[in-house]
């Protein structure tokens, strides 16, 4: 019997049950997005994978443009959906910082958490049809940054980190908020995991 072969990316258990983020984050929309959408770029990563290696053995690179825009698209909304889901928390659990390091770098860079937040939502909000915003790490200047990425996959800095992502496709919010996009944006501050962010930033900064 033929073993099955190895998929270079998993999807993912959620951290919590799927009505855990409620009334922010609703069942249906946790089940969807993550059975469903997580589910499909995991797929479309590793047939990018398979596909290319085929190339590979075929010596045949007629498609590359394709599916190197494949994996950059599907590989990278896995990525992000995996930090999605882990930068989020059950109301009750998720507290703001009050010191540290974290803190330290946020004040020195935004001057606050709350105009950290400011303009983090106000990135998430303007996002130009679907896409993330994203709190990343730039080891270069060594300070934090606010993008806005469009899709999956454009507009990143090269080597920025990610730290928190929010998620503004449709399908992260249209079941509850159809198209109020700024109240999803506003409500979800209620359900971040800071913990993990900070985390995160510790592991990063220290490279």
Known sequence: MAEEPVK????????????ALEP??????????HDKHHAAYVA??????????????NGNFDSIRALSGALAFHA????????FWTGLCPHDQSQEPKTGAFLAQVSKDFGSVDLLKKQLGAAAKAVEGSGWAMLAWEPT???????????????????AVPLFVLDVWEHAYYIKYQNKRADYVDNLWNIVKWREVETRFESASKK
Request: hydrophobic share 40%; glycine share 4%.
């Open 76 to 83: 990278s909304g896995h990525v992000l959906h995996s930090l």
């Open 141 to 159: 200047a060594k300070k934090l940054i606010v993008l806005q990425v469009e899709n999956h996959q454009k507009l990143s800095v090269q080597g």
């Open 24 to 33: 922010y984050i609703d069942e249906a929309t946790m089940r969807l997005h």
């Open 44 to 57: 479309g990563a590793n047939a990018a994978l398979a596909k290319l290696e085929e190339a590979r053995k």
């Open 8 to 19: 270079d990316y998993v999807l993912p258990d959620l951290p919590y049950a799927y009505n």
